[in-house]
């Protein structure tokens, strides 16, 4: 297998954890490869004693290619954490188990992590091989790219010295992405004093699960059932007909995750006990109706429940349900100077039940996405006036820029010859919806020549992500044929 370097070392990443924010374990294990290969390396803690941050490892020129401009490849070190509800995995401590099926990688019950651990194979693969021809090569590493972009934001100018980058966080194969959109998240906080369940009412447990879920960038323009959204679409017809209680509800995990699963636990008077379960026939069999075509494993539970003690005060819990209900999920619209391409677009990514010094309260939180700025901040304010209106109190992240599109990079052409060299058709040139360092490494290095490239997976940022062995060994072998070009 002209590939078997980049699985050997993909299986050794896929047994250290390293969910977002918590890469220290990865780091480490990337140091010791460094010092074991004999590489120099260099690490960039976030801040002054910090055990996660940056790792740069360089290697030279291999013979002939010394005069020749150096380039980075870069991959980010976490990945996103999803797994099946009766998935007993802890990320922090227990490997990723994968097989194998029809040619696919797959994980069992969780994430498989080739987002990004593939690109951090294929970059150590290139640095321990030593028959590919090469100019010199930085290898970037980055942490917290799923959750915040932290290491993107935390890299200092001058630290990289080539003028050309390779961005191995892409998930279509056959095709160069040089350009992605921008994001920001919006967080709503509505605090709550809890009170007694009152007397006389049922209670029921009610579920969502078996969707898709999925990359809120790449695939939110799919049709896919949001767990949230749909959750509150049988809230909200409960509401409507009787005095519904809200005791506890719970959805969605990531802001970077489509959301796939959720639940509330509620109370209703004991007169509409039976209602309750036609009204959920009802909506239920709408949705499915709606769905059915791309959401094959749709399934809703509503079963009674113990009776909780406490319950949300019913303004609280009604204005949560409107401001779900109202709040935006999904593509906004689509590119007219791209076809094909999602322009902007929101995630209703997770409700949670939380508390701090303050007290307690639910947390909303959401995700935006455009290529155009200015869109990027209007929906990110129309998602801001919807969760508002419960009284919410909101707030913005500081955001990452998108990537502009450079049509006429060097990089870009040799990229392309690369792959009609090795496959005898042009590879697709496009812009991505999901977001990509490169927009910050742009800032920081301005001039800097970019492309993003990497095998093909399907069901990323979900239990569903797979990895296509075939075009792993097509996208590693595109990879060295590029670099002997350049």
């Known amino acids: 297998m002209e590939a078997k370097a980049v699985f050997d070392i993909f299986a050794e990443i896929n047994k250290v954890p390293r969910p977002s924010k918590h890469e220290e374990k990865i780091c480490e294990w990337l140091i010791r490869f460094a010092e074991e290969h004999k590489l120099e390396y260099e690490y960039m803690p976030l ?4 055990t996660t941050g940056n790792i740069l490892m360089r290697k030279p020129a291999t013979p002939g290619y010394e005069n020749h401009p150096a380039v980075v490849l870069q991959a980010h070190m976490d990945m996103v954490c999803e797994k099946n509800a009766d998935c007993p995995i802890n990320f922090e401590t227990d490997p990723i188990e994968t097989y194998i099926e029809d040619g696919w990688m797959h994980a069992k019950g969780t994430t498989l992590g080739a987002d990004d651990g593939i690109g951090m194979a294929m970059a150590l693969a290139i640095l321990t091989d030593d028959k590919a021809a090469h100019p010199a090569v930085e290898a970037l590493f980055t942490t917290d790219e799923e959750t915040g972009l932290t290491g993107a934001f935390a890299l200092r100018p001058g630290v990289i010295k080539a003028k050309t980058l390779i961005n191995l966080d892409s998930e279509d194969h056959g095709q160069v992405f040089i350009g992605c959109a921008g994001g920001i998240d919006t967080l709503a906080h509505l605090y709550y004093t809890e009170e007694a369940a009152p007397a006389g009412y049922f209670a029921a447990e009610v579920k969502v699960n078996g969707l898709m879920g999925g990359h809120s960038g790449d695939d939110i323009n799919k049709g896919r059932g949001n767990a949230n959204k749909l959750l509150t679409r049988i809230l909200f017809r409960w509401m409507k007909e009787t005095d519904l209680r809200i005791a506890k509800i719970d959805g969605g995990n990531l802001r970077n995750a489509i959301a796939r699963e959720a639940q509330a636990t509620v109370l209703v008077p004991m007169a509409y006990k039976e209602q309750l379960r036609v009204a959920f026939n009802i909506v239920t069999a709408e949705m499915e109706q709606e769905f059915g075509e791309v959401e094959k494993e749709i399934h809703f539970e509503l079963n009674s429940a113990d009776a909780p003690a406490t319950v949300l005060p019913k303004e609280i819990g009604d204005k949560l349900i409107l401001a779900l209900y109202a709040c935006p999920h999904g593509m906004v619209k689509m590119s007219s100077a791209i076809p094909g391409l999602t322009q902007t677009s929101t995630n209703l990514a997770s ?15 959401t995700s935006q996405r455009s290529s155009v700025d200015s869109e990027k901040h209007a929906i990110k304010d129309v998602v801001e ?40 058709e ?9 977001g990509l360092e490169c927009g910050l490494f742009l800032e920081k290095y301005p001039g800097l020549d970019m492309v993003s490239v990497g095998p093909q997976m399907v069901g990323v940022h979900s239990p569903l992500e797979k990895l296509s062995i075939e075009s792993t060994e097509q996208t590693f072998a595109w990879l060295k044929e590029t670099l002997r070009m350049l």
């Open 47 to 50: 801040e002054e004693g910090a």
């Open 351 to 365: 409700v949670k039940m939380k508390k701090d010094e303050k007290g307690k309260f639910i947390e909303i939180n």
């Open 385 to 424: 006036a919807a969760l508002a209106l419960s009284g919410a109190e909101v707030t913005h992240g500081d955001g990452y820029p998108g990537w502009t599109p450079n049509v006429n990079s060097p990089l870009l052409e040799a990229t392309k010859k690369a792959y009609v060299r090795l496959f005898g």
């Open 426 to 434: 042009e590879p697709k040139v496009l812009a991505i919806h999901a």
